[in-house]
């Protein structure tokens, strides 16, 4: 199968490019996502597939960097935890809800590339972020995408 390419959104304030840079082995559990559009697009995930790291509630939002697929999808145990902002008490551990992947850090562009600038971008019309009330945390991006948003970020 052909490696893919994929946008994750994560909030810099909660979980940022940093720290993923600083997380054990540049690794860890993309969890939370309870969405389930996004939920299927993580389903779709490989071990190797290549992500870029949007910073969204930023000013601007903007895409930080590169990262890729370390563990294809899995149950998210913080559906089960009642301690856990993420639980759900409708999840059944014989058929879960919810699913994470875990992510390994790649590399940061040599700037950040805001939401603005993308807008600008003609190799990026049609991207699922530039679109008009596009919220979904998680998002396909096609190679040419890929290549374009690599080449503005310096990589």
Known sequence: MAKQYWLLKSEPNTFSLSDL??????????????????????????????????????????????????????????????????????????NPRWEMVDVRYGKPFTRALGLPELREQKALAGMELLRKGSRLSVQRVTAKQWRAILKLGGL
Not at 57 to 84: C, H, L, M, W
């Open 21 to 94: 840079a600083k997380s054990p082995k540049k690794t860890t559990c993309w969890e939370g996502v309870r969405n389930y559009q996004a939920r299927n697009l993580m389903r779709e995930m490989k071990k190797g597939d290549d992500v870029l790291f949007y910073h969204s509630n930023a000013d601007p939002p903007a895409a930080v960097g590169t990262a890729s697929i370390a563990r294809e999808a899995y149950a998210d145990t913080y559906q089960f935890d009642p301690k856990s902002k993420y639980f759900d008490a409708k999840a059944d551990p014989e």
